[in-house]
């Protein structure tokens, strides 16, 4: 009664809140549309946004009565900057890191049968656009391969 798509996403914010990362809370990890230059009235930060991201999802080959298809998961971690070339540096590369050591070549939890595996599709490190509006943004997107039957 839930999407591949949807059951992965949660997944990937559950296996996120467990890292339980240095200096971000668990409600903080995020399942959203897009991510977004925050507002700090109504966005908490830092924050780490799980998303569709926004490139075509891939469908790499099709086999007697299922298809393979390759979900794209952005993951963005999202955090004031200000413009300051130091601030969070360490913290902000270990989470990175260990996102990154979380899912790659990796398979999601078995309560999502589909899943094949995870591959990694790196993003810059750092997003100059964001920084020039005091945001730090770095961002991962991880194609998810899962395996479907087709029709309904």
Same mark, same amino acid.
């Given at each position: ?85 130091? %601030? !969070? ?9 260990? &996102? /990154? $050591? =979380?899912? @790659? ?27 020039? %509006? !005091? ?9 998810? &391969? /899962? $395996? =479907?039957? @087709?029709?309904?």
């Amino acid at each position: 009664t839930t999407s591949v798509l949807y059951r992965i996403m949660t997944q990937m914010q559950t296996q996120i809140q467990a890292l339980a990362l240095t200096g971000i809370s668990s409600s903080s990890v995020v399942v959203k549309w897009l991510p977004r230059q925050f507002d700090t009235t109504t966005d908490p930060v830092p924050a780490i946004v799980i998303c569709p991201a926004p490139i075509p999802e891939t469908h790499p080959n099709q086999l007697t009565a299922t298809d393979n298809l390759g979900y794209p998961i952005l993951v963005a971690m999202i955090d004031k900057q200000n413009q300051d070339y130091v %601030a !969070n540096l360490a913290r902000n590369t270990l989470w990175r890191q260990k &996102l /990154s $050591r =979380e899912f @790659r070549y990796q398979n999601l939890d078995s309560a999502i049968p589909e899943v094949i595996h995870v591959i990694p599709e790196p993003k810059a490190i750092i997003d100059q656009a964001w920084f020039a %509006a !005091n945001c730090w943004y770095s961002g991962i997107v991880f194609r998810v &391969l /899962s $395996r =479907e039957s @087709r029709g309904n």
